[in-house]
């Protein structure tokens, strides 16, 4: 593992030096211009490499703790840096191509004479364009941090239910999900979440998984808050794929394992949300009724897939419409629009919108889309829907640009 590290520190470092090559001739305009350039960008590459040989090495040591967490600080931090110089390489790297050509044109056009001292110098907008394109997006993900981090946002969304009985028609159902309690670090925050949820009046509540980054102890300091959400006919939860502790090392089974999984199922008890682990309830509400089915997750690919459909459908009503909690929207195309009992809509959450894209009424957008279909709102196949959540919490990076953190309304008619 060191060796690895190693090599992707020494690549890292390689591309530091290349970036650093390309631009530097662009701060020559004094010595002390020049000094204070190389400085400030020597000392923040190797502040970075430093941390992340600190934290790589400090991992396994690392203690689940109930106080917030500054950890992602740190890694927003680095993920600002590493990817506004790896968007400032892409101009450099089109300007070497442009220049490795010029070469070879040269060597033709000056055929017989040496080509040994010829120098071709970079294209200014190129060079230019790299120091752009590198700034812009390190202002643009800051701004993500300091203005779309809590930034919550009320989607309201009307869906047409088969069968759905009109005389609950306007059922209000209001979903959170991907919360990563682990990186959320403010009880305030979260209170202003509860609040906007409450005063949406929902019948029902759901909170679609991904309740924390690994360890049951991140929730620990939420579970009065979240309590306090009210809702007229009950609130579920189901697991996601970050709720299993899959991602410290820790062998499925193992005592820690297990007591992290048995304590993570008795805080959704203390928080009084019905946890679903592949089972469902038939909410009957004068007249009508309907199911509410919960799996525990299912992820296409290399995600955990302890989701069990046909368990979870056993005890439904037939006669009567189903919603179905899943946390993963690639369960949605895989497993669930093809079930052999029908499922008339599916919540789900999972891609965070990748917090990073275009949200508005005529422009959906976010890089997340090229591995998920169904990446954010409403889907419709078949008469079946999915709705999929772009979470309230972060990961990884903490902010959001674009896409912001989201509590949907969502109002079934017949
Ligand atoms: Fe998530
Ligand atoms: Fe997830």
């Known amino acids: 593992m060191l060796v690895r590290l190693f090599f992707f520190i020494l690549f890292l470092l390689f591309l ?65 840096i590493l990817f506004s110089k790896l968007l400032a390489l892409f101009p450099l790297i089109i300007d070497d191509f442009l220049r490795f050509l010029r070469f070879v044109f040269s060597l033709f056009s000056n055929r017989g004479s040496s080509f040994v001292g010829v120098k071709i110098s970079r294209f200014d907008f190129l060079q230019k364009l790299s120091v752009f394109l590198g700034s812009t997006l390190f202002v643009t993900l800051l701004s993500g941090v300091l203005f779309g981090r809590y930034n919550f946002k ?48 929902p019948d029902i509540f759901v909170f679609t998984g991904d309740l924390v980054n690994n360890y049951f102890t991140e929730a620990v300091p939420y579970i009065n808050t979240l309590g306090k959400i009210k809702a007229k006919y009950g609130k579920f939860s189901v697991l996601g794929n970050h709720d299993y502790c899959d991602y410290v090392g820790w062998k499925r089974n193992s005592d820690k394992w297990n007591n992290n999984f048995t304590s993570m199922i008795n805080i959704h008890k203390k928080m009084g949300f019905d946890l679903l682990m592949n089972e469902s309830r038939i909410i009957k509400i004068s007249d009508a009724s309907f199911n509410i089915v919960g799996v525990e997750n299912w992820g296409s690919g290399n995600f955990n897939k302890d989701g069990d459909l046909t368990l979870a459908m056993k005890e439904i009503d037939m006669n009567q419409p189903t919603i179905l909690l899943s946390h993963d929207p690639s369960h949605w195309t895989s497993q669930v629009l093809n079930f052999e009992k029908n499922i008339d809509l599916q919540l789900a959450g999972h891609t965070h919108g990748m917090q990073f894209g275009i949200d508005t009424s005529h422009l959906k957008w976010s890089p997340v889309k090229a591995r998920y279909k169904q990446w954010s709102g409403l889907y419709t196949k078949f008469k079946k829907h999915i709705y999929v959540n772009t979470g309230i919490g972060h990961l990884g990076y903490a902010g959001r640009v674009g896409i912001m953190p989201e509590i949907s309304v969502l109002e079934l008619y017949s």
């Open 154 to 201: 009320v989607k309201k969304t009307k869906i047409k239910i088969k069968n759905w009985n009109s005389i609950i028609n306007g059922l209000k159902i209001v979903q959170i999900s991907d919360l990563h309690l682990g990186s959320f670090n403010s009880i305030e925050k979260l209170e202003e979440v509860v609040e906007i949820i409450n005063e949406q009046k």
């Open 16 to 80: 530091d030096y290349y970036l650093f090559s390309s631009i530097s001739s662009l701060f020559n305009r004094s010595i002390l211009s020049k000094r204070i350039f190389s400085t400030f960008y020597w000392f923040l590459s190797f502040a970075i490499y430093f941390i992340i040989y600190y934290v790589f090495i400090n991992y396994e040591k690392r203690t689940p703790s109930v106080h917030f967490n500054n950890d992602i600080i740190i890694s927003t931090l680095i993920f600002m």
